[in-house]
């Protein structure tokens, strides 16, 4: 029987090392908060457009996060240094140090890196210029009616500042079907597209303050955290200690060299198990609340500029005097503050330190993902005695249903919700 038992642990042991291998698993973990690529969570548009009897869209209005991007300077510098720790990694498994599965070791062994991610630093990645194609692309079939050769004075192309937004801009316009279609320069004082960056207010209180980010910095010291580290430590052998810098430049690795596009995941994940991705997620997750969101009032004041504009917009429209499509470039950082200025995905409890709620509605995966998008579409409602009017939304292409009945607005509801925001200044700053 003691043979048996002693037979019953090895195997089960072999088992679950052979299970935890990343290579064979079937299933990876792809929420990676702010750089998590758009394919991994977006819905298409031309399927999840809602459809009213009796209804016709007559304008679309559209707040846009730019593509997937290089990383800047810093942190492309800290994933550079880090490159070589897969040399570090080959030897220890070589010396039957760490825990990772011989075919992740070959992986990353095998893997190299591409030299425009740390040279262009800031810069569109091929494939955020694809996600913005793809985008263009499926907003026009999905309102073809509606947006079939549009003439310049029916639409509206945006961008916040940045080569690597305006670059972006450019695959979404060739996505879309006409290259020739005009694109409004960034404006210096950043206007609807990015309000924020023009208040030393919040430049310096909120963006530039190191208290803005105490919980992240909390979080990474408690015991959840540490238990993250001494697994990557023990996985990948590496007899030195690393610092919370070592585990972002690893984490930037993984998320930045996986590709949603095409359904590619980067060897460097394989240094992560789920939990481990799931507590470096949480951080991310931590400085968009405190920077961009529910954190600081201040931040939603600037998420009710665009929203202001989209109820203008949509009141054009109704008058026959507006847009048929109006498109706005911006920051993964608008698009946080837009969600809070609606007050959506607002956890009972707000997001802290001391504990990781797996349920929390806050995640900036989803919010703040590559390409993220807010859709509103105007739709005219008619029969023989009257003709009304709704407003469906739409996050990252699938219905928002959080906002108002499957995602779709009265006329009276939107009104409610947006004209608050009509008179907002930013003279506090």
């Known amino acids: 029987m003691q043979i048996i038992a002693i037979l019953f642990i090895v195997l089960t042991v072999i088992k679950l090392s052979i299970s935890n291998c990343y290579?064979?698993?079937?299933?990876?973990?792809?929420?990676?908060?702010?750089?998590?690529?758009?394919?991994?969570?977006?819905?298409?548009?031309?399927?999840?457009?809602?459809?009213?009897?009796?209804?016709?869209?007559?304008?679309?209005?559209?707040?846009v996060r730019h593509g997937k991007r290089n990383?800047?300077?810093?942190?492309?510098q800290n994933m550079?240094?880090?490159?070589?720790?897969?040399?570090?990694?080959?030897?220890?498994?070589?010396?039957?140090?760490?825990?990772?599965c011989a075919q992740d070791v070959e992986n990353l062994n095998n893997w190299e890196a591409d030299?425009?991610?740390?040279?262009?630093?800031?810069?569109?990645?091929?494939?955020?210029?694809?996600?913005?194609?793809?985008?263009?692309?499926?907003?026009?079939?999905?309102?073809?009616?509606?947006?079939?050769?549009?003439?310049?004075?029916y639409y509206k192309l945006r961008?916040?500042?940045?080569?690597?937004?305006?670059?972006?801009?450019?695959?979404?316009?060739?996505?879309f079907g006409n290259t020739s279609m005009i694109i409004e320069k960034s404006n210096p004082i950043y206007d609807i597209t990015a309000p924020y960056e023009a208040c030393s207010i919040?430049?310096?209180?909120?963006?530039?303050?190191?208290?803005?980010?105490?919980?992240?910095?909390?979080?990474?010291n408690t015991s959840e955290y540490l238990a993250v580290k001494n697994r990557i430590q023990q996985r990948t052998g590496i007899n030195y200690t690393l610092t919370n810098e070592n585990i972002t430049?690893?984490?930037?690795?993984?998320?930045?060299?996986?590709?949603?596009?095409?359904?590619?995941?980067?060897?460097?994940?394989?240094?992560?198990?789920?939990?481990d991705l799931q507590a470096v997620e949480y951080v991310g997750d931590l400085r968009h609340f405190y920077r961009n969101s529910y954190g600081n009032p201040i931040n939603k004041m600037f998420g009710r500029i665009?929203?202001?504009?989209?109820?203008?917009?949509?009141?054009?429209?109704?008058?026959?005097?507006?847009?048929?499509?109006?498109?706005?470039?911006?920051?993964?950082?608008?698009?946080?503050?837009?969600?809070?200025?609606?007050?959506?995905?607002?956890?009972?409890?707000?997001?802290?330190?001391?504990?990781?709620n797996p349920e929390r509605k806050w995640r900036s995966s989803k919010t703040a993902c590559f390409a993220a998008n807010l859709i509103a579409t105007l739709n005219r409602c008619s029969n023989e005695e009257s003709t009304d009017y709704n407003v469906a939304f739409y996050m990252n292409e699938e219905p928002l249903i959080s906002i108002c009945n499957e995602g779709v607005c009265s006329w009276k509801e939107f009104e409610i919700k947006l004209k608050p925001f009509i008179n907002t200044t930013m003279d506090f700053c």
């Open 159 to 175: 961008s916040a500042y940045g080569a690597w937004i305006e670059n972006g801009v450019k695959g979404f316009v060739e996505g």
């Open 249 to 275: 430049a690893l984490y930037d690795l993984c998320r930045y060299t996986s590709s949603g596009i095409n359904n590619v995941f980067s060897p460097w994940c394989a240094i992560f198990n789920k939990e």
């Open 115 to 153: 030299p425009n991610m740390f040279k262009n630093v800031h810069h569109i990645a091929a494939e955020g210029y694809q996600e913005m194609f793809g985008i263009g692309y499926r907003i026009r079939k999905a309102f073809k009616g509606l947006l079939t050769s549009l003439d310049d004075r």
């Open 306 to 356: 665009p929203l202001a504009d989209l109820l203008e917009s949509f009141n054009m429209a109704k008058n026959g005097k507006g847009k048929k499509l109006t498109v706005y470039f911006s920051h993964a950082t608008m698009m946080d503050m837009v969600y809070s200025a609606l007050g959506l995905f607002n956890d009972d409890i707000p997001l802290r330190s001391d504990f990781r």
């Open 71 to 76: 990383p800047g300077i810093d942190f492309a």
């Open 80 to 100: 550079l240094d880090a490159t070589t720790m897969k040399y570090a990694v080959k030897l220890n498994h070589e010396n039957g140090k760490g825990s990772m």
């Open 202 to 220: 919040y430049v310096k209180k909120v963006k530039n303050n190191e208290e803005t980010y105490a919980e992240a910095n909390k979080y990474q």
């Open 23 to 63: 290579w064979s698993e079937n299933c990876h973990y792809k929420f990676f908060s702010s750089k998590t690529p758009y394919q991994f969570v977006r819905g298409d548009i031309r399927d999840s457009i809602v459809k009213i009897k009796g209804c016709d869209v007559i304008s679309v209005w559209s707040l």
